[in-house]
């Protein structure tokens, strides 16, 4: 089991920084690839950011590729979403997830979740 809570969610204005984090806990933790998810007001949860587990390695939306920086302190299990340059669009609920094994773009194949934290953009 994981557990994952999100923080650092909150009201940016449009062209502001916001960074997000993710503390995770349990036994599989430490193999798992780390992601997170933002859903909007009447759209589906989409694929934002993951960072692989075992080399680091990242992957992103084509939406926020440029912008947003994935990362983590293995140290603490705590990943961050580092998110620049701020767009109406981007507000959402954003959510941390783990998954172990094969990273999937469809929130579907992850099985852990935090409960989500809301990022307003101020136009």
């Known amino acids: 089991q994981v557990q994952l809570k999100e923080s650092g969610g909150g009201l940016v204005q449009a062209g502001g920084s916001l960074t997000l984090s993710c503390a995770a806990s349990?036994?599989?933790?430490?193999?798992?690839?780390m992601g997170w998810f933002r859903q909007a007001p009447g759209k589906e949860r989409e694929f934002v950011a993951v960072?692989?587990?075992?080399?680091?390695?990242?992957y992103y939306a084509d939406s926020v590729k440029g912008q947003f920086t994935i990362s983590t302190d293995n140290a603490k299990n705590t990943v961050f979403l580092q998110m620049n340059s701020r767009k109406p669009k981007d507000a959402a609920v954003y959510y941390c997830?783990?998954?172990?094994?094969?990273?999937?773009?469809?929130?579907?194949?992850?099985?852990?979740w935090g409960k989500g934290t809301q990022v307003t953009v101020s136009s």
């Open positions: 960072i692989r587990w075992s080399d680091g390695s990242t």
């Open positions: 349990g036994r599989t933790v430490s193999n798992s690839n």
């Open positions: 997830a783990a998954v172990r094994g094969v990273i999937y773009y469809d929130p579907d194949g992850w099985p852990y």
